[in-house]
């Protein structure tokens, strides 16, 4: 079955750097785009990345723009999301979700559990 | 940027029918998702495409869209189905996923 393991969250002080990564695994994970959506906590949620199924095509929120990259391995099966700069309102769970379809307008039908990421001095 | 508008809140008793709205310019002519979220877990799909269901949700889930309101509906609402639940559509204007910002769905 469709399974999407994300890790690498943790305890980062404002300014520090953190990368995310997805392990996906019960699918043909080249065929399908890749998204990252975080949850501050309490908040709803925010979509934070786009990338493509062949990784060609990326693009991200205005909040994170230059100073989040997202890219994939599909040799690893992996989505990952380097978060640079990182500042208190990054705190969230970050989730990574698989979109359906050869479309950006698909839907996101299988996340994964999510890591959290705690921006603090 | 495209806004989506939800009520933070909205309140069924057991049995009767839940209407979740999600309101933006020109919805109708966009492909709305809903997304099922419960404490603690990561979010689900539960309507896709406007008014489709993925296999394993219950038929009690409905959807449509027209103009400017996407509508999920749940009739004969059960306790297990109290959960805040997203809207979501893709922005081709400005290539961004956009999120509704949540109702919590609450059975009396």
């Known amino acids: 079955q469709v399974q999407l393991v994300e890790s690498g969250g943790g305890l980062v002080k404002p300014g520090g750097s953190l990368r995310l990564s997805c392990a996906a695994s019960?699918?043909?994970?080249?065929?399908?785009?890749m998204t990252w959506i975080r949850q501050a906590p309490g908040k709803g949620l925010e979509w934070v990345s786009y990338?493509?199924?062949?990784?060609?095509?990326?693009y991200y929120a205005d909040s994170v723009k230059g100073r989040f990259t997202v890219s994939r391995d599909s040799a690893k099966n992996s989505l990952y999301l380097q978060m640079n700069s990182l500042r208190a309102e990054d705190t969230a769970v970050f989730y990574c979700?698989?979109?359906?379809?050869?479309?950006?307008?698909?839907?996101?039908?299988?996340w994964g559990q999510g890591t959290l990421v705690i921006v603090s001095s | 940027s495209y806004v989506l508008t939800q009520p933070p809140s909205v309140s069924v008793a057991p049995g009767k029918t839940a209407r979740i709205t999600c309101g933006g310019n020109?919805?109708?002519?966009?492909?709305v998702h809903w997304y099922q979220q419960k404490p603690g877990q990561a979010p689900v799909l539960v309507i896709y495409?406007?008014?489709d269901r993925p296999s394993g949700i219950p038929e009690r889930f409905s959807g449509s869209n027209s103009g400017n309101t996407a509508t999920l509906t749940i009739s004969r609402v059960e306790a297990g189905d109290e959960a805040d639940y997203y809207c979501?559509?893709?922005?081709?204007?400005?290539?961004?996923?956009?999120f509704g910002g949540g109702t919590k769905l609450t059975v009396l």
């Open positions: 979700a698989r979109g359906q379809g050869g479309y950006s307008s698909s839907q996101l039908d299988s």
């Open positions: 020109n919805i109708g002519t966009k492909s």
């Open positions: 019960g699918f043909t994970f080249s065929d399908y785009f």
């Open positions: 990338i493509s199924s062949t990784g060609n095509t990326i």
């Open positions: 979501q559509v893709w922005d081709s204007s400005s290539d961004h996923v956009v």
């Open positions: 495409y406007d008014s």
